[in-house]
Structures are given as C-alpha cells and as structure tokens.
C-alpha cells in the first residue's frame, strides 16, 4: 500500500488502533488490517480499496476502514468466513494470514457491500441529545408544529424514539449533562420520516454494524428493546424512503415538498469529504421550512477517539453553532453544554 491515498488510509488505521474503546470488538480487525496493509507489493486489500474508491471517491478513510470491518464481520455471520479475524487469543500472523486470504477470495462480495452500503450502526441512545435540543429549540421559538426528517435514518430508530417516555425514562440517567441538562419536552410533532440511501439498511445488516463483543451485544439489545417500545408507544409507522443524500436534487425536493422545518444528521456527514459535507449542509439549510433548525451529530475526531460534538444551523445561516460536546459517541457519559445551546433555547 504506497499510494498517496493509501497511506492516508493507513495512518488512520493506526490512529483508530488506538481508541480507548478498542476492546469493544473492532480492535482486533483493525490489528488485523494493519499487517494485512503492511505487506510489501500490491495486495487483495489494495485492489479492494482501489475498487471502492472509484465507486465512491468521496468516501473518508475513517468510514472505508469501519465499513470493511462491517463487510467482514457480515460475511463471517452470514456466509460462514473465519470468525478467528475477530479473536484476539488467535496469534496476530494467523490472523494477518486469514484475513488476507479471505479478502483475496471474496473481495468481489466485500466490495459490492462497502459499495452499496454504509455504516448504519444505530446507537439507542442517541435520541436523547435531539429530544432535549430540538424540545427546547420548540419551546424558545414558539414552534407548534414540528416536521421532522432524520438524514441517514438507517432503521428509523432515531425518529421513531423521540417522544417516547419510557424510552427516555431508561437511558437519560445514564446521561450527565454539565452544567445542567435542559427539561425533558415533548416535541410537538406533527410529522416525522427517514431518509437513507438505498437499499435501505435491514436490522441484519445493523447487526452486524455492531462490533463483535459483549459490550455490542447489549448496544443492540437496547435498539432491539427501543424499536418494542415504539412500537408500544404507536410510533412505529414512521415512514422511510431510500434517497442519497449525495444527490442534493432529490435531497432539497424531498425536504421542500414534506415543508420539513427541523432535520436531524446523525453520525453520517463524517462519512463524506468535507466539500460533500459542505454541499449537503447548505442544500438542507436551503430547503428547510423558517423557523428550521438542522441538528448535526458526528465523531469529534474522525472515529479515531471517543465523542462526539453537536452543532445547529438555525433559519438557514450557515454559522454553525455549537451546542454540546459528548463524552461518549453512544451517549453514555457527559455532556458539555456549549454557548450555542443558550442561542437555541434563548
């Protein structure tokens, strides 16, 4: 791997080997990926990548990298590959070796996965940040209708949590917000809806977003918990429609024709070049019914540590306020209320 952009790759490679969550199942791939990547002369890994990025040569390395490793774990749960990649008591070179070989034998199949899919990972904890924000953004702005479309939905669990009290009620403790964390409001809404791009994630394939570890396995029972409760709660007829965010055409007639007022992006734009970013954003902020409110979630450091941090754009300004920073990506943990919160909520 000696291409320019091949060594931007593994630099991130290396940088996300060191997250302090690493234990939490993608480690051991990422170990894995870095021997594979360290080979001398041209690898199935090199014309993997080369494959991808002219699919997608807008893609970060950061969600190239996460991506494979969904690609490979959905394989070995489905198809029946060597799980020993995802073993940290297998030695390194087994590993190395195993992995090399099965992305030389299916790299067809890896590809098309990472061509036509994204990290769809679906945190149940992340409503928590939007139902407080948005809430309290409602409130200062008198807002008596809100029309809501989440951005990169996956499953729409996100939009279909929020105003669901037992919901709430499980996750928010789990929550510290510094200095305090704003009322818990019910967001007038009057309609909410997903969009992703297409195909659709399945739960199969968030499943196997998830990393391969206990502590994942009791991320996705809480999704798996949150989407009974909705359903309880009759909130699990909310409708999703397949529609790439990269096509800013679709994506502004969608937003226009619905007269959605606040959009919610939740750990999607850090999958982009940030000039792709650029022209989402200002085709969301263009599009948005007023008073609108676009609500942004994303790593703080490209995945390659723990958090994330929230930003707003408010009336279509493109001065993005910074409203929060959380100290846990899964939104366990803290939360740092930021000078942009105060604007919001007045």
């Known amino acids: 791997m000696t291409s320019t952009r091949g060594e931007s790759l593994r630099a991130a490679l290396t940088d996300m080997l060191r997250h302090q969550q690493g234990n939490h199942g993608w480690a051991v791939l990422h170990e894995g990926l870095a021997g594979v990547a360290a080979a001398d002369g041209p690898t199935a890994l090199d014309a993997l990548l080369a494959e991808v990025w002219l699919k997608r040569p807008y893609i970060t390395d950061a969600h190239a990298i996460t991506l494979l490793g969904i690609a490979v774990q959905h394989h070995t749960l ?3 590959g060597p ?3 995802f073993d940290a008591k297998t030695p390194l070179p087994v590993r190395v070796r195993l992995l090399a070989g099965l992305l030389a034998e299916r790299r067809a199949e890896l590809t098309r996965l990472m061509a036509e899919h994204s990290n769809s990972y679906t945190g149940a904890r992340r409503f928590l940040v939007p ?3 948005i809430g309290a953004f409602a409130q200062a702005r008198g807002i008596e209708r809100v029309r809501l479309m989440d951005l990169g939905t996956s499953i729409g669990l996100l939009p279909r949590q929020l105003n669901v009290e037992p919901v709430f ?3 928010a403790p789990d929550l510290h917000w510094h ?3 704003p009322p818990f409001r019910r967001i007038p809404l009057e309609y909410v809806c997903g969009v992703d791009r297409p195909p659709l994630p399945t739960l ?4 196997a977003c998830h990393g391969p570890s206990d502590y994942y396995e009791r991320r996705f029972g809480e999704v798996l918990w949150s989407l009974d409760q909705a359903k309880t709660a009759g909130r699990y007829d909310v409708p999703l429609r397949p529609l790439d965010l990269l096509d800013v055409r679709a994506l502004a007639d969608a937003l226009t024709s619905a007269r959605i007022n606040v959009a919610t992006c939740t750990f999607v734009l850090y999958q982009y070049a940030e000039d792709v970013r650029r022209r989402v954003i200002d085709t969301v902020l263009g599009a948005l019914d007023r008073p609108g409110l676009l609500l942004v979630m994303d790593p703080s450091h490209g995945l390659a540590r723990m958090g994330c941090s929230v930003h707003a754009y408010v009336d279509g300004s493109t001065e993005a306020l910074h409203v929060a920073d959380v100290s846990d990506a899964h939104c366990m943990g803290d939360v740092t209320v930021r000078p942009g919160m105060g604007v919001l909520a007045g």
């Open 131 to 133: 139902q407080l924000v």
């Open 78 to 80: 489905h198809d029946g």
């Open 179 to 181: 200095p305090a964390a």
């Open 204 to 207: 199969e394939w968030v499943r």
């Open 169 to 171: 009620d499980r996750f």
């Open 83 to 85: 799980s020993e990649v």
